[in-house]
Structures are given as C-alpha cells and as structure tokens.
C-alpha cells in the first residue's frame, strides 16, 4: 500500500494563474443579424448544463467573422477548458473545435504545466471549493481576477495524465 503522504510529497500548491492563459467571452449585438449564424461556434452555459461528455465538437448557436470582430468574443484553439462563470458555475468542456463563448465563461488555454483534461476534472471536483469565492446580485458569478487566484494541488505532468486517464475510464463505464 502506498502512503499518500509519501505520494502527495511532490505535489506543489500553485494558483491557477500560473497554468495558462485566461479569457472571458462576449456577445454579439443581437439587433445585428450580420453578427450571426457564420461559421463560428459560440458557446453559451445552457450548452454544458446537462452535457455529460469532457469534449464539445459544435455548439447550438454560431457567431459570423463580424460578430467575432464586433464583440469581446475571442477565438479560441482546440483544447481550450471552457468553464461557466455565471449561474452554473463549473459546468466545464474542453473545445474539440476553434470555439467562442458569451461572457458566462472563463476559458483557459492550458501551458505546459497542466493537461486540460485534468484541469477539467479538477474543476468539476472542486466546485464546492469555487463556490466559496463567487458573489453577484442577479445571478452568482466568480470572475477571472478571483479564479486565477485560487490554489490547486498539481502533480507533476505524468501523474496528471495517469489520474485523467483513469477518470475518463470511469465516466466511461
């Protein structure tokens, strides 16, 4: 049997601002009809609040290159781990596409500290631990000052991919 003192020796305490990069999303003027139904996959919470599966590969609504270009939503690559931010907060996929997202995300481009499927799992297993930061008067929301600010326990990258392969076996199963 292993001590899992002895295990999470080489673990590191970090915040989360140092595992990548961070951005939130926007939304097109919906009086604009040149702003949408392109190309562009768009995001939003209602997407994940039921969704089961880690990776997303279309979203209900697109966005056109203008609507890109008229908003604060950002382009963002293939692996991205988008979370929601607002009202469901922690509801969380990672972009199997170039993907945009309204403003109920942070979305976070993963370095080469942390794989985005751990990340993910972490984040859906300590959303209790994100509650606690959250505040708002219409709806709760955390924002992306106070996430990267939050601490995470990281093993080191082999043992990150070993316990996201094991989890992705459990979900499934």
Known sequence: MVNDELLMNHWREIKLKSLGDFFGGGTPSTMDVACWN??????????????????????KQKISEVGLKKSSAKLLPI????????ATIGDCVISN?????????????????????????????????ILKYVAGTTFNEIGKSFFKKLKINLPPKPEQTVIATILS?????
């Open 38 to 59: 392109g190309n562009i996959d768009w995001l939003v919470p209602s997407d994940i609040s039921n969704y089961s599966g880690n990776f997303i590969s279309r979203t």
């Open 79 to 86: 692996g991205t781990v988008c979370m929601s931010s607002r």
């Open 97 to 129: 596409i170039p993907i945009t997202t309204n403003q109920g995300f942070i979305n976070i481009i993963c370095n080469h500290k942390i794989l985005n499927l751990f990340l993910l799992y972490w984040i859906r297993q300590n959303t209790r631990y």
């Open 169 to 173: 076996k459990v979900d499934e199963a």
